[in-house]
């Protein structure tokens, strides 16, 4: 439940955690007020989100606003999206209560897709979408089997790893980000190798890495075929894929290699500020994060290099119910919205890393450079990564999956000795008794 909300409260690239502006509220949205006229004769659209989504806080909505003088724009945002996404479905059932557009968060993305399609606008068919401006992966997930798209992408999590480059000087291991890379490309075994590089000359105190679950989340995110298969079968059991990621982010664990801690928890916060671990799998969206946490101190010590293999974690979309009252104007407001110029704009001023690859070629991506890291290209470093991530088979409990091998599975390993087959066991069991299997 950390990893979603996290995603929508993210910090902007040059100032560290930003406090959200959104209101909780009980209701997903809310119908557009006076049958669609908001006042003075303008139409209202009403957004709902999950926390500081950041569509509001990069002032996209004013901008679409001077643009439209016709339109007003209201939000209404549930903070967690685990209350968030329940009502949305309740919502969508009974086709009350629901605001012109509404966001899904990529965990739920495939169950919405494949569920709730008949309930949602075509948007692959809206004034002002373009597909070929998407990432073919994005694309794919918010599209049902008969070419229905439900969905307009907002952002990805293409990852990194950010690694602290005092540290690897420390345990003589190369600190330029291209030689860091070189490290461990194209195989994840080699990050492992690197780590135990690290751990025979690494300074007292320090790790190679924070924990072995965001190890294990990382490798999961680099491959196409995860929990489920093409055919909607639950298949994590069994998947190559899935026991490679487990069983090296258990050998991170049991080799010693991890500071122990578990992600969004005060003790990782902590871990930053104090310099405790030398290597983190970062999504775009955490390098903020990590500016905010690691402090002034921690300034010009991280950099990031490019990840073993390319890797997502993380990212959202837009949708427009059929039942919304404003649905031709809702449809136009989001595709503006998820417009390669407007995704450039959200990772300029939030972090939020485009969906749009037709983006990537924008000034203020692909010339984006982060002081914080030593001035790393990260326009180059996560566009390269983004065109080079696996169009990935999303599943309807994808989450309960990922959240039980990692918080019940791995976490026992890595923080309590268990051994990797008992942890596997006890993650197992939530997770069957969590699919009511």
Not at 182 to 198: I, P, R, S, V
Not at 307 to 328: D, H, M, Y
Request: one cysteine or more.
């Amino acid at each position: 439940m950390r990893r979603t909300v996290i995603l929508a409260v993210v910090a902007a690239l040059g100032a560290g955690l930003l406090a959200g502006c959104a209101e909780d509220s009980e209701e997903p949205g809310g119908s557009s007020a006076n049958g669609g006229g908001g006042g003075k004769g303008k139409t209202t659209i009403t957004v709902g989100v999950f926390g500081a989504f950041g569509l509001k806080e990069a002032g996209l909505y004013d901008e679409y606003m001077k643009l439209n003088k016709n339109i007003e724009i209201k939000q209404t945002s549930i903070e967690r999206n685990e209350n968030y996404y329940p009502q949305l479905l309740t919502h969508l059932g009974s086709g009350s209560g629901l605001a012109d557009i509404q966001a899904v968060e990529v965990n739920n993305i495939a169950e919405i897709t494949a569920t709730q399609a008949d309930k949602l606008v075509d948007l692959g068919k809206a004034e002002g979408v373009s597909k070929d401006a998407f990432l073919p992966w994005k694309w794919a997930q918010a599209t049902s089997k008969d070419g229905k798209t439900v969905g307009l992408g907002t952002d990805i999590g293409p990852q990194g790893i950010c690694y602290r480059k005092d540290l690897f000087a420390k345990a003589g291991l190369p600190t330029d980000r291209e030689a860091v890379g070189k490290l461990w490309a194209g195989d994840w075994n080699k990050y492992l190798a690197a780590g135990k590089q690290f751990k025979a000359k690494a300074p007292k105190g320090t790790a190679f890495v924070d924990s072995a679950s965001g190890v294990m989340a990382a490798i999961t995110g680099s491959s196409a075929k995860r929990f489920y298969d093409e055919n909607g079968e639950v298949v994590y059991k069994t998947n190559p894929a899935v026991k490679e990621a487990w069983d090296i982010a258990a050998a991170f664990a049991t080799e010693g290699l991890t500071g122990k801690l578990q992600q969004f928890t005060p003790a990782w916060d902590q871990g930053y500020a104090n310099g405790t671990f030398a290597t983190v799998s970062c999504p775009a969206w955490m390098l903020g994060y990590i500016q905010d946490k690691g402090g002034a101190a921690g300034k010009d010590k991280w950099d990031v290099a490019p990840a073993p293999k390319p890797s997502n974690w993380g990212g959202s979309f837009l949708i427009v119910p059929e039942a919304g009252r404003n649905k031709t104007e809702a449809a136009k407001l989001a595709a503006w919205l998820t417009a390669p110029e407007q995704q450039a704009k959200l990772f300029e001023k939030r972090g939020s890393f485009p969906s749009a690859k037709a983006a990537y070629s924008l000034p203020s991506v692909s010339g984006a450079k982060h002081d914080y890291f030593g001035g790393a290209p990260i326009g180059e470093i996560f566009s390269r990564a983004a065109e080079g991530i696996p169009v990935t088979i999303v599943g309807p409990k994808d989450l309960v999956i990922a959240q039980n091998l990692a918080d019940v599975g791995m976490l026992q390993v890595d923080q309590k000795g268990r051994s990797s087959k008992e942890g596997w066991d006890a993650a197992v069991k939530a997770i069957d008794n969590a699919l009511d299997q």
